[in-house]
C-alpha cells in the first residue's frame, strides 16, 4: 500500500523539533548555570508544581516544565501516527520516540537524585542529542518530499556512501559523547580537542562524495553546504567557549560570556549531529544500496 502525505502531522513534527530546540537551550543552561542541584527532589521540585521561581530553581523548573511539555506533545505525535499513517514502520518510530523521552525524564531525575554521579549527566546530554535526531527524522519521514516518487541515484564510488554517511554520524556522535564528558567533569578536555580534526576530516570527506558523486541532487547540495558551515561555525564556537572557561576560571559563578557560548556550543553540536543523521536517511531514500541493484539486474535477466 502506497503511504499519503499528511501535512498535518508533518507541521507538527516541525513543530516538535522547534520546541525541542528550545528544550535543548534550556537544558544547557541548568548545566552552564551550575543549576542541576537547585531542586533537590523529582519528580516534585520542593514538592511543588510550582515552587518560587528563584535563582538556579528558575532554570531547573523551567526545564523540567519544557521537558514534560514534550512528553504530552509527543504522546499526541504517537497517537497520530498511529491512527493515521499507513507505514507500520511509522507507527512504531511514534512510541520509539515516546519511550526516548521517557528514559531521557527518568535520566533527568536520577541525575538529580544520584547527585550527578555515576555519568548519569553524560548520558542525559547524549539522549537529548538522540531525542533530537529522532524528532528531525520523523520530520522528514513525514514530509511531502521524502513520501513523493523520486529519481534513484548510481553510487559508483567506494567505500559506499551509505558507510562514509553513516560514519560521519558515529564520529560526530563521540565527539559530542567527549564534550559532555569533559563538561560534566568525567575526563580531560584533551579527547575533545583532538576529536575536532578528526570531526572536520570526515565531514569534508563526506561533503567531498557527495559532490564528486552527487552534484546536481538538490538535497545532497543543500545537506553538504549545511554540514560544511555547522562545522566550521561549531570549531569557532568550541574554541570561544574554551577561552571563555579558561578566562573566567576565578569568577565567583558562571558569567554570561561562559554561559552564552557554552551553552551556543552545545545546541550547535546537537543540529550538526540531526544535520548528519538527515545526511544518512537522504542517501537511503535516494541511493540504491549495491544487493539492491543487484537484486533489480538479476530479477531483469530471469525471462518472465
Ligand atoms: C524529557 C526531555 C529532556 C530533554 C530533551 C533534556 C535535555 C537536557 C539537556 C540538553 C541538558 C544539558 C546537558 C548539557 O549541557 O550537557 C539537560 C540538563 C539537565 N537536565 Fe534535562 N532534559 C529532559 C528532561 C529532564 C527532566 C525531566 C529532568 C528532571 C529532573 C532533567 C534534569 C536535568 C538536569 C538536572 C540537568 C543538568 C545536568 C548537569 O548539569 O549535570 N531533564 N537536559
Ligand atoms: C568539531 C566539532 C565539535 C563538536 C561536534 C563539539 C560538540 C560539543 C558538544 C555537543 C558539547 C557539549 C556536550 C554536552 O554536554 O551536551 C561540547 C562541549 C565543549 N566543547 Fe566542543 N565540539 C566540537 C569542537 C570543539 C572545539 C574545536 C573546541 C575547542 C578547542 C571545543 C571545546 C569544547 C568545550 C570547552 C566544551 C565544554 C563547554 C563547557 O565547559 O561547558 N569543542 N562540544
Not at 513534527?13 to 530546540?21: I, M, N, P, R, S
Not at 512510541?95 to 531525575?109: R, S
Not at 536520577?110 to 520530520?139: D, G, N, Q, R
Not at 573566567?248 to 556550543?265: E, F, K, N, R
Request: aromatic residues 10%.
Amino acid at each position: 500500500m502506497k503511504a499519503m502525505y499528511h501535512p498535518g502531522i508533518h507541521k507538527y513534527a516541525l513543530f516538535l523539533v522547534a520546541w525541542a530546540v528550545v528544550l535543548l537551550t534550556a537544558g544547557a543552561l541548568v548545566t552552564s548555570e551550575d543549576a542541576a542541584l537547585a531542586v533537590p527532589d523529582w519528580p516534585l521540585s520542593y514538592g511543588s508544581l510550582n515552587p518560587p521561581m528563584v535563582g538556579g530553581i528558575a532554570f531547573e523548573h523551567s526545564h523540567r516544565l519544557i521537558a514534560a511539555g514534550l512528553g504530552f506533545l509527543i504522546i499526541l505525535l504517537a497517537f497520530l501516527l498511529w491512527r493515521y499513517e499507513e507505514r507500520r514502520w511509522m507507527k512504531w518510530l511514534g512510541f520509539a520516540a515516546l519511550g526516548t523521552v521517557i528514559l531521557q525524564g527518568v535520566l533527568g531525575g536520577l541525575v538529580v537524585l544520584k547527585l550527578l554521579h555515576y555519568w548519569l549527566p553524560v548520558m542525559h546530554a547524549c539522549t537529548a542529542e538522540i531525542m533530537f535526531a529522532l524528532l528531525v527524522s520523523i520530520a522528514v519521514f513525514t514530509s511531502r518530499w521524502y513520501m513523493q516518487d523520486l529519481p534513484r541515484y548510481a553510487d559508483h564510488g567506494s567505500p559506499t556512501i551509505h558507510f562514509i554517511v553513516t560514519l560521519n554520524s558515529l564520529v560526530i556522535f563521540l565527539q559530542v559523547l567527549v564534550g559532555a564528558g569533559f563538561r560534566h567533569k568525567y575526563i580531560s578536555l584533551k579527547p575533545h580537542v583532538f576529536g575536532a580534526p578528526i570531526v572536520l576530516a570526515i565531514v569534508l570527506w563526506t561533503a567531498a562524495a557527495l559532490r564528486l558523486r552527487f552534484p546536481d541532487v538538490p538535497a545532497m547540495v543543500r545537506l553538504r553546504k549545511l554540514l560544511h558551515s555547522i562545522v566550521g561555525l561549531q570549531i569557532l564556537l568550541g574554541v570561544v567557549a574554551l577561552w571563555a572557561r579558561i578566562n573566567g576560571a576565578d569568577d565567583p559563578q558562571p558569567m554570561l560570556p561562559v554561559v552564552v557560548s557554552t551553552v551556543v556550543h552545545t545546541v550547535v553540536g546537537a543540529f550538526l549531529f540531526a544535520t548528519s543523521i538527515a545526511t544518512v536517511l537522504v542517501c537511503d531514500r535516494l541511493v540504491p544500496r549495491r544487493r539492491e541493484v543487484l537484486l533489480a539486474t538479476a530479477k531483469r535477466e530471469v525471462p518472465a
